[in-house]
């Protein structure tokens, strides 16, 4: 078993949903850096919560403990290591789920794996509580990609049939994203993100839930980054946004339209300005060959509804062996795109940076 992820910048998550407390361990970080505590508690804090009618009624503080790697908040070269405790846990909701696994959760299978000893509390280690603490560890990487002049930003492209303007893949500015990281719902069109608003509404007072598309940007990637085949740049970036909870496809530039283009159409022509080289198009999303191309890496990560629902739906009983009803209890988000969208980019920022510190070397 592995939660760890990365060589260069190695995370290492701990904890489960409802244990006492929940982390990460960082490898990787060289000594003299100082920890903007400031980018921390905006990712943690102020975007990722959505403390709203929106999401669930779990409130954590996610206040947390810097306990090694770092003096005065500067590393110290050791391994740093970040604490969140919990406390507004309500384990007693999920008593039912020892026995009754609920549909489209990870119970059923870690039940088998575990040998019946998987925390079904909260979802345990399968639950997106889990990013909180890998917000701590990618808001470090983000902050030392922008020290290189790598930027990643992300908008809810869509939530259910609710969908924000397309975006000319040929022409992405930075300033097309400026106000990204204060929005809640990170949309181009406002009034896109009331529709998306209704949809979850919707979803909610009908007891059900609700998914969506996240479109994710990164500028100014170096060119070269990744390696071919196995170790490909999508490769790399699909493995690490799979492992957020929710997870359930990803595409690269045109995506699947790609397969309904002609070469001639769907080929990125080369041109010199300013004495760099650029694409007229960018139907490749920044990545060829499993290489950075230097254009912006563009990808969209389609984020399931949330299987924690109140309607009463179909399940077994594994004790009796037999098939029954499930209600389930307890505090869950209608929606997960918004918080599942911080985790996306948390862990894209792992990502790269491992990458280019690979390249550094």
């Known amino acids: ?57 779990r409130k954590e503080e996610d206040s947390y403990e810097l306990v090694s790697g770092e003096v005065e908040d500067i590393t110290c070269g050791a ?26 959760h990870a119970d059923y299978p870690a039940y088998v794996k575990f040998a019946s000893y998987n925390d079904v509390r909260g979802g345990g280690q399968f639950s997106g509580r889990m990013t909180a603490p890998l917000v ?7 902050d030392l990609l922008m020290k290189r002049g790598i930027k990643i930003y992300s908008r ?13 893949l040929d022409d992405i500015k930075e300033e097309n994203f400026y106000d990204f990281k204060d929005q809640v719902f990170p949309v181009i069109n406002p009034s896109s993100r009331e529709k998306m608003e ?9 007891g059900d839930s609700i998914g969506g598309i996240v479109e994710t940007f990164v500028l100014n990637m170096p060119v070269g980054i990744g390696e071919p085949f196995f170790d490909s740049l999508e490769s790399v970036i699909s493995h690490a946004v799979f492992s957020v909870p929710g997870i359930k496809g990803i595409e690269f530039g045109s995506g699947f339209e790609a397969a309904k283009m002609l070469g001639s159409t769907h080929n990125d022509s080369y041109y010199y300005e300013n004495n760099k080289i650029k694409t007229s198009t960018n139907n490749h999303g920044g990545i060829i060959g ?5 254009m912006p890496i563009v990808f969209r990560t389609a984020v399931k509804p949330t299987s924690s629902i109140a309607k009463i739906q179909d399940t077994v009983s594994l004790k009796e062996k037999n098939n029954t009803k499930l209600e389930i209890v307890g505090r869950h988000d209608t929606s997960i795109v918004p918080r599942a969208l911080v985790a996306i980019e948390m862990i894209t920022a792992i990502t790269l940076l491992d990458l280019v510190m690979e390249g550094e070397r």
Do not use: W
Not at 7 to 29: A, E, M, P, R
Not at 156 to 168: P, V
Not at 290 to 294: K, Q, T, V
């Open 156 to 168: 809810i492209k869509s939530i259910g049939l609710a969908e924000d303007c397309e975006i000319n």
């Open 290 to 294: 499993g290489l950075s191309s230097g």
């Open 198 to 206: 209704a949809e979850i509404l919707k979803a909610k007072e009908e």
């Open 136 to 142: 701590i560890g990618g808001s470090i990487a983000e």
């Open 79 to 104: 391994p740093l290591c970040a604490i969140i405790k919990n406390k507004d846990q309500r384990s007693k909701d999920y008593d039912n789920l020892r026995d009754m696994p609920r549909p489209s």
């Open 1 to 57: 078993m592995s939660y760890s992820f990365g060589k260069n910048f190695k995370v290492t998550l701990f904890g489960q949903s409802h244990s006492s407390g929940i982390g990460l361990v960082i490898d990787g970080i060289e000594a003299g850096y100082k920890i903007n505590r400031d980018l921390i508690a905006k990712n943690l804090d102020r975007r990722r919560p959505g403390r709203n009618e929106f999401s669930s009624p």
